[in-house]
Antibody, heavy 122, light 112 residues
Framework: EVQLLESGGGLVQSGGSLRLSCAAS????????MGWVRQAPGKGLEWVST????????YYAGAVKGRFTISRDNSKKTVHLQLNSLRPEDTAVYFC???????????????WGQGTLVTVSS | QSVLTQPPSVSGVPGQRVTISCTGS?????????VHWYQQLPGTAPKLLIY???NRPSGVPDRFSASKSDTSASLAISGLQADDEADYYC????????????FGGGTKLTVL
């Protein structure tokens, strides 16, 4: 059974930093692209970042580029999202998700974690 | 403002068929990229409902189906049930920013 367990969320002041982690189990992990999606309170889903199966490719939404960094440790089956220069508008539940698919552009998020809440105070 | 446009809400009575639209542009759905649909029950994480335009993961009933044409896609739910009440999101890829995944704003389905 695929499981994704996020951790690292919390309350931080504007301009601060947090490091989110996502521990994966139930699938080979190596070779599978992973991503982060966030959901602000009462709002819809917003893609944040993607990392390729090898870790060599990383991609970011415009709203977080230059402030967030995605990485993965294949030996520990873990994905990280480093959040720097946080702003109140980054307040959201951050979901870790696994990708499936044959072609990169057509990947779907087939499994999701339960999310971790990040609250940025002004 | 979401890149993909969905109606904020739809409603139906048990047993009815409802559809949810998802309108994009030439840089996403119109470019031929796959559309995926997710269901988010209240207080839970999203769940993949339809992938690759109209494929259901194991366990998703065939009451759920989807289609795509030009720059739009739609999700159809037939034989509406009370526990279908949820938020539904469409998602695709957008070529305007490398690696960019885009979501619709979400549609709240109410079963009356």
């Amino acid at each position: 059974e695929v499981q994704l367990l996020e951790s690292g969320g919390g309350l931080v002041q504007s301009g601060g930093s947090l490091r989110l982690s996502c521990a994966a189990s139930g699938f080979p992990f190596v070779g599978w692209a992973m991503g982060w999606v966030r959901q602000a309170p009462g709002k819809g889903l917003e893609w944040v970042s993607t990392i390729s199966g090898s870790g060599s490719g990383t991609y970011y939404a415009g709203a977080v580029k230059g402030r967030f960094t995605i990485s993965r440790d294949n030996s520990k089956k873990t994905v990280h999202l480093q959040l720097n220069s946080l702003r109140p508008e980054d307040t959201a539940v951050y979901f870790c998700a696994k990708f499936k698919g044959l072609r990169f552009e057509n990947y779907a998020f087939d499994f999701w974690g339960q999310g971790t809440l990040v609250t940025v105070s002004s | 403002q979401s890149v993909l446009t969905q109606p904020p809400s739809v409603s139906g009575v048990p047993g009815q068929r409802v559809t949810i639209s998802c309108t994009g542009s030439s840089s996403n759905i119109g470019a031929g990229y796959d559309v995926h649909w997710y269901q988010q029950l209240p207080g839970t994480a999203p769940k993949l409902l339809i992938y690759g335009d109209n494929n259901r993961p194991s366990g998703v009933p065939d009451r759920f189906s989807a289609s795509k044409s030009d720059t739009s896609a739609s999700l159809a739910i037939s034989g509406l049930q009370a526990d279908d009440e949820a938020d539904y999101y469409c998602q695709s890829y957008d070529s305007s920013l490398s690696g960019s995944r885009v979501f619709g704003g979400g549609t709240k389905l109410t079963v009356l």
